[in-house]
């Protein structure tokens, strides 16, 4: 069976129906787009990522990368679809032509880069990581390092990493030990060693360029201290031409239980005592840098936590509609009843709904946010800028911790879809889930995310963030009333309102004694937030979908049809569950704290 990715119709849904992005086009800077283009560019990547990427994700899979002779060498598989992907301006998809860009809407460039990591995510992380290096020299780039650096990695010409971990710093990103020292041209000095570091090298680029975390002598302990250094794998001279070998060695690439096809490197920086960088950024102001990534690196991952869990959700539908297995349930005490296709038993079916909400939810969900960012693009004032910037922040953590976690669900139900099938190797649903389970802990794993909704995004300007959230939930459920699904529209009402107590409870508790209790509770918390959001786009599916039934043609009737039965689904059927859980959150259990050390094992 021919594999597949991402649910094109679908993505047309939310990108048109729901979020009506051609309004942006409105707008100067987008002026140059329209409907028709913005579809061209969504075929363009889907073609690009069913005949040229997903081909590679099982060989790259199979042939992992290679360290010989201190050279990565990628998968062979990736060389073709990494040249036509930077011939194809994919790498910048919403940063400015001038650097080599292609100047998208972010929730249109959100949508194509669903379907490069759900074709192969170990493949898109060396482009993303290399954009998420030029996103740095973009924002905080001298002009000189701009012109150096910033269209050859945007072109993907030369690659791009983000080097915060050390052995000894991984969460606790302040404890690294990596040194700078100045030299008298301006330059530093850099002396550290990396570990984990994506994308590390390959042979599939000229020059890799390392944003560096380090420490520049004598500055304060802790993340105070930390100050950021753009450190090229070659010396590149004052002409843009390549200069000497930079002193840094790949000293290892790990193995690891998925994403095979992406080189995860240890990286040795001035071993030789021979590794320049250049400051980016203020000095000591490293880490405020890197919260300036943020937001957008930790949307990259949801979007591979989608990307994993459409991929998977789309083999087990194909699968099931043509796995014959066993009778209908309605004809078992016939003589000789025929086998049925696999979709037909409700058990497989109820599967294949949990999948579906999941992948429907999270992708409106991702494509909001990708929205927020376009808004704050084109906002008219401060004032607009602000209220989606906070959006974007509060839903930052959610949606990394959410798409990610419920995106290895999703992959994991994909491979009970398959039965034994699914544990087989042969078949593409084992890797997808080995393959997804990193999301959950890279780009600060979903512990930390859950630290920072309670720690930080909670209480962040007064709680502005959170209620203007609760506030375009309140939106869904006037549309949902308005199109008649009250039933719905006031069982979100319900959680939300819920939701809000939770939230009065485990934030009062974190200003009080009983701080570790709520922090104990924090991950919980976080994933009622993201069932809330979930059920908020289920209902704005299912309202904006339900005056179009009447009327439409066949194809189309069935999938509005679809969005009112998913929204029942997910409201009636999984938010009851939440509901549960936002009791959990209420008590503030005092067991988690109160289980002594040596009470976990004799
Ligand atoms: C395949 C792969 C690719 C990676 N790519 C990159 C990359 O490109 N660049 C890069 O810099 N790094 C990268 N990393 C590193 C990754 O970001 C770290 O592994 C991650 O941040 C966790 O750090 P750690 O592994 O040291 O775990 P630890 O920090 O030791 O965490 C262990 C556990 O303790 C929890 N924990 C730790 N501290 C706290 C706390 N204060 N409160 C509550 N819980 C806590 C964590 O949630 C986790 O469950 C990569 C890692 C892998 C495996």
Known sequence: MAQQISDRRDQDYV????????????????????????????????????KEILPTQKSGDDEGVKLENGKVSVPPSFHRPYELFC??????????????????????????????????????????????????????????????????VYTGEWGGTMCLTEANAGSDVGALESIATPNADGTYNIVGNKIFISGGDSDMVDNVIHPVLARIEGAPAGTRGISLFIVPKLWVNDDGSIGEDNDVVITGVEHKMGIHGN????????????????????VNKGMKAMFLMMNEARQGVAMQGIGFATTSYINA???????????????????????????????VRRNLLIMKTYVDGMRAML?????????????????????????????????K??????????????????????????????????????????????????????GRKLGMK?????????????????????????????????????LGECAM???????SEKVLDAFGSATLFQECCGDVVMAWMHLWRAAVAKGKIEGAKKKDKAFYEAQVIGAEFFISHMLPVSLGKMDSVKALTNSIMAMPVDGFSA
């Open 15 to 50: 990108l048109h129906e729901m979020l009506d992005v051609s309004q942006l086009t409105n707008t100067e800077k987008y002026a140059d787009f329209n409907k028709k283009t913005i579809d061209m560019v969504l075929t363009e990547a889907r073609n690009l990522a069913v």
């Open 87 to 152: 011939a194809g301006e994919w790498v910048a998809m919403a940063d400015d032509p001038e650097v080599g860009g292609q100047g998208l809407p972010h929730s249109v460039a959100l949508a194509c880069g669903e379907l490069f990591t759900g074709a192969n995510c170990a493949f898109m992380m060396y482009p993303g990581l290399t954009h998420g290096c030029g996103n740095i020299i973009a924002t905080l780039g001298t002009p000189k390092q701009k012109e150096l650096y910033l269209k050859k």
């Open 263 to 282: 080189a995860t490197c240890s990286i040795a920086f001035g071993g030789k005592g021979k590794c320049k960088g250049t400051l980016i950024g203020e």
């Open 317 to 347: 539908v194909n699968y099931a509609k043509e796995r014959l297995q066993g009778p209908n349930l309605m004809q078992m005490l016939e003589a000789d009843p025929p086998k049925v296709a696999i979709i037909n038993h409700p058990d």
């Open 367 to 399: 494509y909001f946010m990708g929205f927020c960012f376009d808004k704050v693009h084109t906002a008219k004032d401060d004032a607009e800028k602000d209220y989606y910037n906070g959006l974007i922040e509060i839903m930052t953590p959610v949606a």
């Open 401 to 454: 911790a959410y798409c990610t976690d419920k995106g290895f669900e999703v992959t994991s139900i994909g491979i009970q879809v398959y039965g034994g099938y699914g544990f087989i190797e042969e078949y593409p649903q084992a890797q997808l889930m080995r393959d997804c389970k990193i999301t959950a802990i890279y780009e600060g794993t979903n512990g930390i995310q859950a630290m920072d909704l309670l």
């Open 462 to 498: 007064k709680g502005k963030p959170m209620m203007d959230l609760m506030g375009e939930i309140n939106k869904a459920i006037a549309m949902g009333k308005e199109a008649g699904l009250n039933d719905l529209a006031d069982k979100v009402a319900a959680a939300l309102g819920k």
């Open 505 to 511: 409870t485990l934030g009062g508790a974190a200003m």
